[in-house]
DNA sequence: TATTGTTATACTCTATAACTATA
DNA sequence: TATAGTTATAGAGTATAACAATA
């Protein structure tokens, strides 16, 4: 009969708390953009080149309906050009527009305005360790961990 | 035109996605129990005595109509009792049966268990100090943090 | 036949509003 | 009148399945 931890002990369940209360007031942040925090993830994709969308459904390990929903509205925010393959005419291949680039700076301003909040009043070294542990323990974007 | 992080170092984007990670990890190894991940905390809030469905709404930071439908299901497990409070008979008491005691030890076992998980290959000093920074970035529970 | 993107549909989670029974 | 709990309903977010165009 061990004293049971309170469960605010457990790394898991402040994780999920954690992440949730982050998850809100990023999403709160966003809305001055027009944007929710999903499509920061298309946006984040996209720096390093084009993509197809189905390409990019597997890379953030969301189903590609979800993609289509996503673009829709990146593009109607004029941040992202659907532009059809010339040799496989079925893909689309998805660009980065100036606005989009734009965009993905101001969002990139919000998460570092974010952290900030999140970690006042946390030592300095501690929220350098607290980094370097998370990101350790991130599995790799697109492997979907299915049951 | 200063180098932008790559989004990973953003401590805000890491919890959503640990966050994320940790709550359907753990919603796959409740669902042994025949628990969702949000009932564990109607089992632990119930452990320091009864509480009233609207206390618990408050303290949970959900709204009441959701404690219905967990109280609902943790009354088909036989985890949770109501029981009409005898001087204000609009209230119901909500107590913890044996059975719920012993689901709340199977819960806690279950988030120790992915404690270890989560945590394999992380240096234990840096365990140690994940678990008191993330416990004092919390919010304190059912202070809503409301628009 | 298989694949890309799309649409239609459903399921989960949560919130709001209207309702009931008590006070 | 106000409050505790309930019900009905709606809105995000995501998933599956069927479908059209293309390979």
Same mark, same amino acid.
């Given at each position: ?13 402040? $994780?999920? !708390? *954690?992440? =949730? %209360?982050?998850?809100? &007031? ?8 027009? @944007? ?37 509205? $990146?593009? !109607? *925010?004029? =941040? %992202?050009?659907?532009? &059809? ?8 291949? @998805? ?39 998370? !990101? ?12």
């Amino acid at each position: 009969m061990e004293p049971q931890q309170p469960w605010d002990d457990s790394v898991a369940f402040s $994780l999920v !708390r *954690l992440g =949730a %209360v982050a998850h809100r &007031r990023y999403a709160e942040l966003l809305s001055d953009l027009g @944007l929710r925090p999903r499509q920061v993830g298309v946006l984040e994709q996209l720096r390093a080149g084009p993509m197809s969308q189905l390409e990019l459904a597997t890379t953030l390990g969301v189903t590609p309906s979800v993609v289509v929903d996503m673009v829709d509205e $990146l593009e !109607r *925010l004029e =941040a %992202v050009r659907r532009v &059809r393959d010339t040799v496989d005419r079925r893909r689309s291949n @998805l660009e980065l527009t100036d606005r989009g680039r734009e965009l993905g700076r101001s969002t990139r301003e919000v998460a570092a305005g974010l952290d900030e909040e999140l970690l006042a009043g946390i030592d300095p070294d501690h929220a350098r360790t607290l980094r370097a542990v998370l !990101r350790r323990m991130l599995p790799p974007r697109g492997l979907r961990q299915e049951a």
